[in-house]
C-alpha cells in the first residue's frame, strides 16, 4: 500500500532551511562586526600614535621658543652695551660684535627649527582628526550592527557596512594626509 505523504513535513523542512538561512546572515553580521572593530581598534592606535606626536612636537617647539627668547634677550643685553658704552665714549669689548652677529644667526636657525616642529606637529594633528573621524564612523557602524541583530533587519546590516566604507576612507585619508 502506497505510503500517505505527510504535508507538515515540508513544511517542517522549509521553516528549517529558512532558520538555517538566518542563522547563516547572523554569522555574516558577526564576522563582518569583528572586522570592524579590528579597523577602529587600528584607527584609534594610529590616531592616539599621532597625538602624541603632535605634542612632543609642540613642546618641542615651544622650548625651542624658549630658547629664540633667551638669544634675543642675549641680543638686546649686547646692544644695550654697545650703545651705553659708545654714548659714554668708551671703548667696546673686543667680543661684543661678535656676540650680536653669533645671537642673530643662532636665532635664525632656532626660529627655521621651531617652525619646522610646529609644521610637523600640526601635520600629526591632521592625521589624528582624519584617524579619530574613522574610529566615530567604525564604532556607530559597531552599533548599527548590534541593532541589526537584535531587530533582525538586514537593511541596518547594510546601512553599517555603507558606515564602514567611511570608516575606511578616514583610515586611508589618515594615512595619506600630510
Known amino acids: ?22 542563522e ?3 554569522l555574516y553580521v558577526a564576522m563582518s562586526t569583528a572586522i570592524i572593530a579590528v579597523l577602529a581598534a587600528i584607527a584609534g592606535m594610529m590616531g592616539n600614535h599621532h597625538a602624541n606626536e603632535a605634542m612632543l612636537e609642540q613642546i618641542s617647539s615651544s622650548d ?11 641680543a638686546e643685553l649686547a646692544a644695550s652695551t654697545a650703545q651705553i658704552l659708545t ?11 661678535q656676540k650680536m652677529a653669533k645671537y642673530e644667526k643662532d636665532k635664525a636657525e632656532i626660529k627655521e627649527k621651531a617652525e619646522e616642529e610646529e609644521n610637523s606637529s600640526a601635520a600629526h594633528m591632521r592625521k589624528h582628526v582624519n584617524f579619530s573621524k574613522g574610529v566615530t564612523i567604525f564604532q556607530i557602524a559597531i552599533a548599527i550592527s548590534a541593532i541589526a541583530i537584535l531587530t533582525r533587519r538586514k537593511v541596518m546590516w547594510y546601512a553599517s557596512m555603507l558606515l564602514s566604507v567611511g570608516g575606511c ?6 594615512y595619506l594626509t600630510k
Do not use: C, F, H
Not at 668708551?90 to 660684535?97: G, Q
Not at 576612507?169 to 589618515?174: A, I, P, Q
Open 1 to 22: 500500500m502506497e505510503e500517505l505523504e505527510d504535508p507538515t513535513e515540508r513544511l517542517k523542512e522549509t521553516m528549517e532551511a529558512a532558520e538555517e538561512k538566518k
Open 24 to 26: 547563516r546572515w547572523t
Open 64 to 74: 625651542k621658543w624658549a630658547y629664540y627668547q633667551s638669544k634675543s634677550i642675549k
Open 87 to 97: 654714548s659714554l665714549d668708551k671703548p667696546l669689548p673686543a667680543d661684543n660684535v
Open 169 to 174: 576612507v578616514y583610515l586611508v585619508l589618515g
